[in-house]
Nanobody
């Protein structure tokens, strides 16, 4: 069992920045690829970014590429999402998720084993 707790959400003006954190506990963190997803009201939960177990490779949705950066610190059991140049359409609840030793990093949310409770990000225009 892995417990994931997100933090760092809030209200920010368009063009601003936020840094989300996700702290994991319960199992060996480096065994898990990590992903960030988001869900706006009335919409499906969508892929935002993912990172391999070692942190060597990262993957992004086209909508956030060049603005968001995912990183991880396996010594601290944490994964981060640095969000810059935020837009009103980035407003969502953001979730981190853990995928146990995948053959390849997934963009499909159904492949992830554990989820956090989410943190709200609101971008005002």
């Amino acid at each position: 069992q892995v417990q994931l707790v997100e933090s760092g959400g809030g209200l920010v003006q368009a063009g601003g920045s936020l840094r989300l954190s996700c702290t994991a506990s319960g199992r060996t963190f480096s065994n898990y690829a990590m992903g960030w997803f988001r869900q706006a009201p009335g919409k499906e939960r969508e892929f935002v970014a993912a990172i391999t177990r070692s942190g060597e490779y990262t993957f992004y949705a086209d909508s956030v590429k060049g603005r968001f950066t995912i990183s991880r610190d396996n010594a601290k059991n944490e994964v981060y999402l640095q969000m810059n140049s935020l837009k009103p359409e980035d407003t969502s609840v953001y979730y981190c998720a853990a995928d146990y030793r995948p053959a390849a990093v997934r963009r499909d949310r159904t492949g992830y084993d554990y989820w956090g409770q989410g943190t709200q990000v609101t971008v005002s225009s």
